[in-house]
């Protein structure tokens, strides 16, 4: 630009006296003047237009005729972009400073008819041959498309191209404004990570056009859940952050993040799908959980993780031992990768018993892991670290194969006829190749598909409630049963119940240990019992520990019980010697101090 208008001027300077006396010279300066896409003008040296070449008249909206001899501040006025204030007339100051000069940056030029150009410009005092100042000249440029180049560039710099919202570094940025403001006003920033459950299905199952289509609707609903001065962001994949630049109070966070859940579970109709998602949220709050962005965005994803592995659908409260269980976790993932090749897997049976007759039915397979260095690991521990790193499919497949070719090889001996009761995780029930593979290796190892019983849980009854009804009903059609385990914990909806193919129900733990307590947990108990009989399901009450549950279920006509009344889950040896030995030896039932109960049960 500055090249350019020296340039110019060197030739505006002599246009006049070029004009006055040579016409062919005069005729040569027009010409170029009107070819260059820049708008020069020029005024005399009382302020008056005295020329504009064929751009300025197109800018400014101004024919030269009608401009010449008008104030130059009439035909150009030039603004501050932002402010909208006039500002000093670059001309005028050209002729009083003798010198060029040029507009502050960020100007607008207001057209005849009122509509703005973005411009860019130098103006310079004209001489005439004494080096008198005879008036000046502006060169201006339009700018528009430059500078809207410019701020796009600036705005995909900090935007998801996606969703349209502000990515990571627009985030950063705006949370440690917040927490600046929040600093001022002692108030709180809340700093929200969401992960989508299950996205990756989705995606793998409909196609990445679904999956764009379903974040940019998730990316929509919550940005309604939140104020204006609250920020939604998108980090990639399916995961978003959300900043509530001012709460109160946690409480306040734990409304929005409510709000959230139940506007991303609410169905997406997506060109012809109908799709549902649910969404974990992790929150983490400045001061008490971080300084910086950083350090809170860490901790709200950790604490989202735990709301994932504490069943998903819900949100989690950040608290410092969290990550002290993410390193844990780390450490466990790390020793279950080598522990199926180590051979430190086992399988412990623990015995279902029929109530009416007292005969062992069946048998649970219980997974032990005996870790090199740390001892045993309990299930609970390890197996929500096996579904969420991927190993789940392996060590279950593990388990599936051994417990049939255990249950095979007790039938080979002779021993009394049991149900094989399997534990499946919903994640490998998701797996498309579960059915088959299932077949297969019933067929491996020779078991009958009627003595195979799977235990899953309620969830996985929410999730493609499709596919797993129609992978149920296969299953029923070859024989192999199928049970519902830990009843009442999850979403205990009567109505899947009815539509899933599934032959019993286990009353969880927790309500069993309630029986004889007072309150409401007995009456959950007698409302399982009674609901499975409306619905010909068999019930089975899992860690029954004493003698008054066992009376009370007993009384309640549950048909079959597993607890460590009965029998701890033990190595196959001990469980072979009990089903030689026909059964358990259990102690004669007394009457118990449970006084509703009939003398004898
Ligand atoms: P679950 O399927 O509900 O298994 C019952 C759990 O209760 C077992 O814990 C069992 O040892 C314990 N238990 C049995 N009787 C009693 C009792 O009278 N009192 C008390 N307090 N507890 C009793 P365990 O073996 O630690 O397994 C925990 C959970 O881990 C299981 O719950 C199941 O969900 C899961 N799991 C175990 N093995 C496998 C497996 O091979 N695959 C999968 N996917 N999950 C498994
Ligand atoms: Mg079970
Ligand atoms: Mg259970």
């Excluded at 440029?141 to 796009?152: G, K, P, W």
């Excluded at 649970?364 to 670290?385: D, Y």
């Excluded at 009344?565 to 196959?572: D, K, L, R």
Aim: charged letters at 20%; one cysteine or more.
């Amino acid at each position: 630009m500055k090249h350019l208008t020296s340039a110019l001027l060197q030739v505006v300077d002599e246009v006049p006296a070029l004009i006055a006396k040579l016409p062919q010279a005069g005729e040569f300066a027009h010409f170029a003047l009107n070819s260059i896409g820049d708008a020069v003008i020029c005024t005399d040296i009382a302020g008056n237009i005295s020329f504009l070449n064929a751009a300025a008249e197109k800018m400014t909206g101004w024919p030269m005729r009608e401009a010449k001899g008008k104030p130059g501040t009439e035909v150009l006025q030039i603004l501050d972009s932002r402010s909208r204030q006039a500002i000093a007339d670059p001309m005028e100051q050209a002729i009083e400073s003798n010198q060029t000069g040029h507009l502050p940056l960020d100007t607008v030029l207001v057209r005849r008819d009122g509509t703005t150009v973005q411009v860019e410009d130098s103006a310079a005092p004209i001489h005439d041959r004494d080096g008198q100042v005879t008036g000046a000249i502006i060169v201006l440029r339009d700018v528009s498309q430059a500078r809207t180049l410019v701020l796009q560039m600036a705005h995909s710099a900090q935007h998801d191209a996606l969703t349209g919202l502000p990515n990571r570094t627009l985030l950063n940025d705006r949370i440690n404004k917040a927490i600046a403001i929040s600093t001022r006003h002692h108030r709180k920033t809340a700093v929200l990570f969401l992960d989508l459950d299950n996205f990756k299905h989705i995606n793998d199952s409909l196609g990445h056009h679904v999956g764009d289509r379903l974040l940019q609707s998730v990316a929509r609903r919550l940005v309604e859940c939140v104020r204006g001065g609250d920020t939604v962001s998108r980090l990639g994949g399916d995961e978003f952050v959300v900043l509530l630049a001012e709460v109160e109070s946690m409480d306040e966070a734990a409304s929005a993040a409510t709000r959230m859940l139940r506007a991303v579970a609410s169905v997406h109709s997506l060109d012809h799908h109908e799709l549902q998602v649910t969404t974990s949220i992790g929150v983490s709050f400045f001061p008490a959980d971080g300084e910086d962005a950083e350090a809170l965005i860490m901790n709200a994803d950790t604490a989202m993780y735990q709301a994932k592995e504490n069943g998903r659908q819900r949100f989690q409260f950040y608290e410092p031992t969290m990550n002290i269980r993410a390193v844990e976790r780390q450490a466990l993932e790390l020793g279950l990768r080598g522990a199926l090749a180590g051979r430190e897997f086992e399988l412990h049976y623990q015995p279902k018993v029929n109530l009416a007759t007292r005969a062992v039915v069946g048998a649970e397979a219980l997974l032990r892991w005996t870790h090199p260095v740390r001892g045993s690991v309990t299930p609970r521990e390890f197996i929500p670290v096996a579904e969420s790193c991927g190993l789940i499919q392996q060590i279950g497949a593990w388990v599936l194969r051994q417990a049939c070719a255990q249950a095979q090889a007790w039938r080979g001996a002779g021993l009394p006829a049991i149900t094989m009761a399997v534990n499946v995780s919903a994640n490998e029930f998701r797996d498309e190749t579960y059915l088959e593979n299932l077949l297969a290796t019933l067929a491996e190892t020779g078991l009958d598909p009627n003595s195979l019983e799977l235990e899953l849980t309620e969830s996985v009854m929410i999730n493609r409630v499709e596919s797993t009804i129609s992978i149920l009903k296969s299953l029923r059609d070859k024989g192999v049963k199928v049970v519902v385990d830990d009843f009442g914990t999850g979403y205990s909806s009567l109505s899947y119940l009815r539509n899933f193919p599934v032959s019993a129900i286990k009353i969880d733990q927790s309500f069993v240990r309630q029986i004889g307590t007072e309150g409401e947990d007995s009456a959950m108990v007698t409302a399982v019992i009674g609901m499975a009989r409306s619905l010909n399901l068999r019930v089975v009450a899992e860690g029954v520990e004493t003698q008054e549950q066992l009376r009370f279920l007993r009384y309640h006509r549950c048909d079959e019980a597993q607890g460590h009344y009965f029998g701890w889950p033990v190595i196959p040896l001990k469980f072979a010697s009990l089903l030689k030995a026909g059964g358990l030896a259990l102690p004669p039932i007394v009457p118990g101090k449970a006084a509703r109960l009939p003398a004898g049960l």
